[in-house]
């Protein structure tokens, strides 16, 4: 059904390929930035909701 309309779209092959590029930038970004990143800041930001002595959430069921 989408064939037709997407046949008389010019230049309709350079939007999976710009989608494929941004894609992967963006996962060579978020690689990079956690090997450069700081272990111990990372262990400390990971544990920030098991520290929380307050519920956020009065309604939740989990007291």
């Given amino acids: 059904m989408f064939k037709n309309y997407f046949k008389g779209i010019e ?5 999976p390929m710009f989608s494929l ?5 963006f996962f060579i970004a978020v ?5 450069r990143t700081d ?3 990372l262990e400390h930001v990971s544990r920030i909701p098991l520290e929380s ?11």
């Fill in 53 to 63: 002595d307050e519920n956020p959430n009065p309604n939740s069921k989990l007291s």
């Fill in 21 to 25: 590029l941004v894609f992967f930038i």
């Fill in 11 to 15: 230049g309709i092959a350079t939007y």
């Fill in 31 to 35: 690689f990079v930035w956690a090997i």
């Fill in 39 to 41: 272990k111990a800041s």
